[in-house]
Each structure stands twice: as structure tokens, then as C-alpha cells.
């Protein structure tokens, strides 16, 4: 009998160590179950700590080091390397009278973090490069990507350029720089946190209040609604078109289209929710990230609401030291063109990508060309659609190179939709998916609704009873089982 116990509870002991241990194969997300079992246990203790600022960082830096080793494994030493090598050099860079020595630092700091950067996500797609100019026998490299490098890096890089340019102080000691680059909401996929934004939070050390807790709980709810309801969801059909585009049909193709360009705002800004959500409930603000982009009605909108922490770090840390706009007119093209080519390149190791941020380059420079002219046309509603149909074509088509495995793929897409095209196919596309077509007009619907009427359903849900919450918690609940897939499909953003 004890015998049988005993083998119970080791068997427990074992499987519960295998689950708090970094698998590959299922990196913890948040979407996961285990990470808000994690969450349920971590708040307690550290609202419990929230009144002693060194506790609560030592163990908000423990628990994100914990989640970043679960999200990435071994890696998560990199990132404390990387801490210490640039809380080191800021410190330098501040206390060095001479600009030139001040500059000197500052380009090894960036030098450092990028040559890290660029040797996990670039090697292999500069060698292959290289090879097929040469002509070689290249045999890619087995490098793993760590996860969410891409967003640390570009954290680190802007902390240590504010330093330079003295916008901010370096931190007094390394656990609070730890604390803001390793910070768990926002860790993995962003967004971006500017130091000279989060770091005085941190050091205010404020409680989260009843709005922030309550609020951040719908941000949270609504994320969840947008990843594993809907994100996922259409994704299933969406991939079955990326990954042979040849058996289906111009509509078909379209359809594809259209839901992609849905499944990857609600995935991502999904993600941006429940990271803002969770950081508000632990009393930190990491500030907005989507702004209904595809409202937009020109592409310098649309950057100023999408993925707004990636576009405004790439407006002050590449286009305005390019020259920004104040070196003529050609020259602003130019510096537009290459800071969106940067943007792409960043998003992934393959000409797609590069492709893609040329082609919003090139997008933003013909707007800004034709700006003065576009600027004389009346704002009435034709004019207004004109600008969103086109604005919204142009983005969704730069999608297909974005998803699509390679060029080949993506003009087949594209080719589908504009030579195989039949209007008639619609009504038994319907026919065939009516969930998807539901929850994708739900979805356009809802993108479209005012913001003042979004922020009113977070004031009414923070004010009602907790019945209601209780309630509204269980329908999304019911949801998230009722349309789940067999698996936790990963955060498109996790690959960057």
C-alpha cells in the first residue's frame, strides 16, 4: 500500500518536473493553460511583495527569467549576458565627458547586440546568399532562433541610445534594467517598451488600482477572443490555401487572402491585448500597439496604427538619424524606402520579407509624392472609401508575400484571384464555410466599430458586478473550447 503511494507520488513528482521543464516541442505561450496556472500562483505572491520595490523585482525578474526559459530554454542566459554586457556600457556612455568616446561605447553596445541578433536570425540566409553567387555546396547551419530576440534587442539598443543622448539615466543597479528588458508581458512578442517610458513606473512603484486590475482583465479577455477564437479558427482555412495555392479557385484564393489579413491583426494585436492586459494588472502601463489599422485610408496611417511600438522606434532610431525629413524632398523618399526596408529585413531572414518592406517603402513614398495633391480632393464619403479600398488592397496583397512560402507562391495566389476569378463561386463559398464567413464579417464589423464605443463596453465591464465578469468569463471560456484546433496553434510574432 505505501508502496503504491509512494510510486503515485513520484510518478506526479515526475510529471509535474517534466511540465515546468522547457520542452521545444510546446513552448509556453499565452494561450496556454499552464501559463495562467503559473499567473493564478505568481499574482498573490507578488501583490504580496508590491510594497517592497527590491522583492518584488528580484521576483518579477526570477518568474520572467523562469518564463523566458520555458518560452526559449537555454537562451535565457543570453539574455542576462546581454543585460549585464549593456547596463555596463550605458553606465560608461554616461559618466564619459568625450563625445567621441561617448559614441565610440554606444556603437559597440549596438554593435554587440546586433551581431548577436544577426548571427542566430541571418547567418544562414547571408551564407546561402553568398553561395549561390559562388556557386557552392552550402549546407545551412542548425541554429535555433530564440524566441522574441528580435524584441529585446531593439529594447536594449534604444535604452542605450537614450543614455547616449542623455534622455535618460542608466539605472542605478542592474536588476532594475533586468527587470524592464526581461519584463514577461512583454517579453516575447513585444510591444517594443521605450525605457524612458516604463523605467519611471518602475521606479514609482504604484498599486495597480480597481480600473487597472478590472480593465487589464478585459484587455486580457478580448486578446484571448481574438488569438484562440477567431485568429485560429480562420486560420484553418487560410493555411489550407498558403500551402497549395494551385487547388483552389480565384475566390477561393481571395477568401484566403482576406482571412489572413484578419488572422494576422488578431493574432498579433491578440497578443499585444494579453500582454498590455497583464501588465496593467500588475500596475504597469506598456501602452497601445493597434489602432484599428485597417481603418486606415493611406499607408503613413496604416504605420501609425499598426504594430505602433516597431513603426515609432523605427521613425527614431533609423528614419530621423537617416536624415528624417529635413534633407529635401528626394532624400525623405530615400529615407523612408530604407527605413521600411530595415523593417522588413527584421521581420525575417528571407527576400519575402525584404521584398515586402520595400514595397511599403516605395507605398509610403508615392503617398508623400502625391500628398499635396491628394490633399486638394473633397472629404466626402467616395473619396474617403477610394482611399481606404485602395489603402486596404495594397496592404492585404503585400500580406500574400508575407505568409506565402516563396515568390513562386505568391504570384500563383495572386494570379488566382485576378485571372480565375468568378463572382458566382461566393454563395457556395458560403454555403461551404458559414462560421467562417460569419465570424470573419463579425470581425470587419467590429474593426469598424468608433473607439469611444470600445472604451465604453471597458468602462461598463470594469463597473459592473462580479457576476457579470464571472459570466462574460465563462462564455469566452465555452468559446475558446468550442472553435479551438487540436493544438495551441503558436503566436505568428513568436518567429521574429
Given at each position: ?139 545551412p547551419y542548425d541554429?535555433i532562433l530564440p ?278 463561386q461566393i454563395p ?69
Amino acid at each position: 500500500m505505501i508502496d503504491s503511494i509512494l510510486n503515485t507520488l513520484q510518478s506526479a513528482a515526475g510529471n509535474i518536473l517534466q511540465l515546468l521543464t522547457y520542452d521545444p516541442k510546446a513552448p509556453m505561450l499565452f494561450s496556454s493553460g499552464l501559463f495562467w496556472v503559473l499567473f493564478l500562483i505568481f499574482l498573490p505572491i507578488y501583490a504580496f511583495l508590491k510594497g517592497s520595490k527590491w522583492k518584488m523585482v528580484t521576483f518579477v525578474v526570477c518568474f520572467s527569467l523562469y518564463f523566458y526559459y520555458k518560452s526559449s530554454g537555454i537562451f535565457f542566459l543570453m539574455l542576462i549576458g546581454t543585460s549585464l554586457v549593456d547596463w555596463s556600457l550605458s553606465h560608461i556612455i554616461y559618466r564619459l565627458k568625450i563625445r567621441n568616446a561617448r559614441l565610440l561605447f554606444m556603437w559597440i553596445s549596438i554593435c554587440f547586440s546586433l551581431s548577436i541578433l544577426g548571427y542566430f536570425k541571418y547567418s544562414n540566409f547571408f551564407l546561402w546568399n553568398w553561395n549561390q553567387m559562388v556557386e557552392g555546396n552550402f549546407q545551412p547551419y542548425d541554429i535555433i532562433l530564440p524566441v522574441g530576440i528580435s524584441f529585446y534587442t531593439f529594447q536594449s539598443i534604444s535604452y542605450v541610445v537614450d543614455v547616449y543622448k542623455k534622455r535618460i539615466k542608466p539605472t542605478d543597479n542592474w536588476f532594475d534594467y533586468l527587470f524592464f528588458l526581461s519584463f514577461f508581458p512583454a517579453l516575447v512578442a513585444g510591444p517594443i517598451v521605450r525605457a524612458d517610458y516604463f523605467l519611471p513606473q518602475l521606479a514609482a512603484n504604484n498599486p495597480a488600482t480597481k480600473e487597472n486590475i478590472w480593465g487589464g482583465f478585459w484587455l486580457v479577455i478580448v486578446g484571448i477572443v481574438k488569438k484562440a477564437v477567431i485568429a485560429d479558427y480562420i486560420a484553418q482555412y487560410n493555411d489550407l490555401v498558403f500551402n497549395d495555392p494551385s487547388l483552389y479557385t480565384g475566390v477561393q484564393a481571395l477568401m484566403g487572402v482576406l482571412g489572413y489579413t484578419m488572422q494576422i491583426y488578431c493574432d498579433f494585436s491578440g497578443y499585444s491585448d494579453m500582454a498590455i492586459g497583464i501588465a496593467l494588472i500588475m500596475g504597469f502601463r506598456l501602452g497601445l500597439n493597434f489602432d484599428s489599422p485597417y481603418q486606415s485610408r493611406n499607408l503613413t496611417e496604416f504605420w501609425r496604427r499598426w504594430h505602433i511600438s516597431l513603426s515609432s522606434w523605427l521613425r527614431d532610431y533609423v528614419y530621423i538619424p537617416l536624415g528624417g525629413n529635413r534633407k529635401g524632398t528626394i532624400r525623405t523618399y530615400v529615407n523612408n524606402f530604407l527605413t521600411m526596408l530595415i523593417g522588413g529585413l527584421w521581420h525575417g531572414a528571407a527576400w519575402k520579407f525584404i521584398f515586402w518592406g520595400a514595397m511599403h517603402g516605395a507605398g509610403l513614398a508615392v503617398h508623400k509624392a502625391c500628398k499635396p495633391w491628394l490633399d486638394k480632393l473633397p472629404n466626402n464619403f467616395i473619396v474617403v472609401f477610394i482611399c481606404w479600398l485602395v489603402t486596404f488592397v495594397y496592404v492585404s496583397l503585400l500580406w500574400v508575400f508575407f505568409r506565402a512560402a516563396d515568390f513562386e507562391q505568391s504570384v500563383e495566389i495572386i494570379r488566382n484571384i485576378f485571372v480565375d476569378f468568378d463572382w458566382r463561386q461566393i454563395p457556395q463559398f458560403c454555403d461551404a464555410r458559414p462560421a467562417w464567413c460569419v465570424m470573419m464579417a463579425s470581425l470587419i464589423v467590429f474593426h469598424f466599430v468608433p473607439q469611444k464605443w470600445a472604451d465604453g463596453v471597458q468602462y461598463a465591464f470594469i463597473r459592473v458586478n462580479w457576476g457579470i465578469k464571472l459570466i462574460v468569463f465563462l462564455v469566452v471560456v465555452q468559446l475558446v473550447i468550442e472553435f479551438m484546433s487540436e493544438e495551441v496553434a503558436p503566436f505568428i510574432y513568436f518567429q521574429f
